[in-house]
């Protein structure tokens, strides 16, 4: 091949990588270039505790529930890809979890408290909820007052757990790492009520075999976790999603789906 042509090749080969170089990869350019340091580039990678219902629990091989079905239009918006991880509850409130770059974001039910702030960053608040004491049909317990003597179930390291210890300080308080071991100790009898969320106490009301005694105003709002220190970025992008599905509509639709009788 004559030099001039050979040369005009190469110059056409370089313009043409130079051009794939720019423009390849557009969607996960955005991520990697936003400063949200995700744990995978074009991932927005999810922990959370599972299952509890009905905020997150797996069917038919899928992760879904209202901070699921959430997090999903989140990534969405975003422009990433998602993935979740089902992890212990107590590493994940206790900042743990996301220190070691496990994960960007934690989606699991998690109240906001001043104590939990001191080792997690939290988005603005997306859900309002209610402590409830869970109990078999038939029993004396009305109240908080009447867990006295009685042996509880809370799910350890929740705000359900701290407010059975202050309110209830002369029942016997027994922990479980998640409602998947806590309701079945109640069904078993080795816990006479459960005291947690009010919608997963719902949940468990569904046969007529349990009932809830009773309902506690706690001012408690939940909070998407991430990481104490670099998820400025990531921290006013999610908030930036929840107000967009807000305004379109999309939040109350999910809403509606898992808290609408």
Do not use: W
Not at 36 to 47: D, F, K, P, Q
Not at 78 to 97: E, H, K, P, W, Y
Not at 172 to 188: M, T
Not at 214 to 242: H, I, P, R, W
């Amino acid at each position: 091949m004559p030099y001039k042509a050979r040369s005009s090749v190469l110059a056409t080969a370089a313009l043409s990588a130079l051009l794939l170089s720019a423009c390849g990869g557009g969607g996960n350019d955005t991520a990697s270039d936003s400063g949200m340091n995700l744990v995978t580039e074009g991932t927005l990678t999810v922990c959370s505790d599972i299952p509890y219902i009905p905020f997150e629990y797996e069917e038919n091989g899928e992760y879904v529930g209202f901070d699921m079905d959430l997090v999903k239009e989140i990534a969405s918006g975003m422009g990433l890809d998602i993935a979740i991880q089902d992890v212990g509850f107590d590493g994940l409130q206790g900042g743990t979890v996301l220190a070691a770059k496990q994960c960007d974001l934690g989606a699991s039910a998690m109240t906001i408290t001043e104590e939990r702030q001191k080792n997690l960053a939290f988005s603005d608040p997306y859900y309002d909820s209610l402590q409830s004491i869970l109990v078999p049909e038939g029993s004396d317990i009305a109240g908080i007052e009447d867990l006295a003597g009685k042996k509880v179930g809370v799910q350890q390291g929740t705000t359900g757990e701290a407010y059975a210890r202050e309110k209830a300080p002369e029942a016997e308080i027994i922990s479980y790492p998640s409602d998947a071991e806590l309701f079945p100790a109640l069904q078993a009898g080795n816990v006479e009520a459960v005291l947690q969320d009010l919608p997963v106490n719902l949940g468990h009301t569904q046969e007529g075999a349990f009932t809830i005694a009773a309902k506690f105003e706690t001012d408690e709002s939940y909070g998407f976790a991430m990481s104490k220190t670099g998820s400025e970025e990531l921290v006013s992008a999610v908030n930036e999603q929840l107000a967009a599905l807000r305004d379109n509509g999309k939040y109350q639709e999910i809403y509606d789906k898992y808290f609408t009788e």
